[in-house]
């Protein structure tokens, strides 16, 4: 059960990644920056404005919701750059980070928000289920 937890929380990051990069497409030109975000995860930045765009959130979301994603950031590059763990050790770790990140995130939202976000983690985990069947 705890690796097919750890699975879905991974399908929602790459979906989760796909959709902001898709985003950032869509937005503007790609920079080298971005290029490089392209291959790991987007910045936080990026991240704020996927979820203001889709949850329509205020300024006063936006400016509490700003430190939860970089703190979230700091802490997943502190995960993928310490050699000293096993894939799964990373893997538990990072499942850990984004559970208590979402749950910060909901803890800002409106219930409105917080179902549109809950679909919006849900749609991802479906369409990472496609990719992999295909």
Same mark, same amino acid.
């Given at each position: 059960?705890? #690796? /097919?937890?750890?699975? =879905?929380?991974? =399908?929602?990051?790459?979906?989760?990644?796909?959709? /902001?990069? +898709?985003?950032?497409?869509?937005?503007?030109?790609?920079?080298?920056?971005?290029?490089?975000?392209?291959?790991?995860?987007?910045?936080? %930045? +990026?991240?704020?404005?996927?979820?203001? %765009?889709?949850?329509? /959130?205020?300024?006063?979301?936006? +400016?509490? /919701? #700003?430190?939860?994603?970089?703190?979230?950031?700091?802490?997943?590059?502190?995960?993928?750059? *310490?050699?000293?763990?096993?894939? $799964?050790?990373?893997?538990?770790?990072?499942?850990? =980070?984004? %559970?208590?990140?979402?749950?910060?995130?909901?803890?800002?939202?409106?219930? %409105?928000?917080? $179902?549109?976000?809950?679909?919006?983690?849900?749609?991802?985990?479906?369409?990472?289920? *496609?990719?992999?069947?295909?």
């Amino acid at each position: 059960m705890s #690796k /097919l937890c750890g699975s =879905i929380l991974t =399908i929602l990051v790459v979906l989760a990644t796909c959709l /902001l990069l +898709a985003a950032q497409t869509n937005a503007a030109p790609q920079t080298s920056q971005q290029g490089h975000e392209a291959m790991g995860a987007t910045s936080p %930045e +990026a991240h704020l404005q996927m979820l203001s %765009e889709k949850l329509n /959130l205020t300024e006063d979301q936006k +400016a509490k /919701l #700003k430190p939860i994603l970089l703190d979230q950031a700091q802490q997943m590059k502190a995960v993928r750059d *310490d050699t000293s763990l096993t894939p $799964e050790q990373k893997a538990a770790k990072k499942k850990a =980070i984004h %559970e208590t990140t979402h749950d910060q995130i909901n803890a800002v939202l409106t219930p %409105e928000q917080q $179902e549109k976000f809950k679909e919006m983690k849900q749609e991802g985990m479906e369409k990472h289920k *496609d990719m992999n069947h295909q």
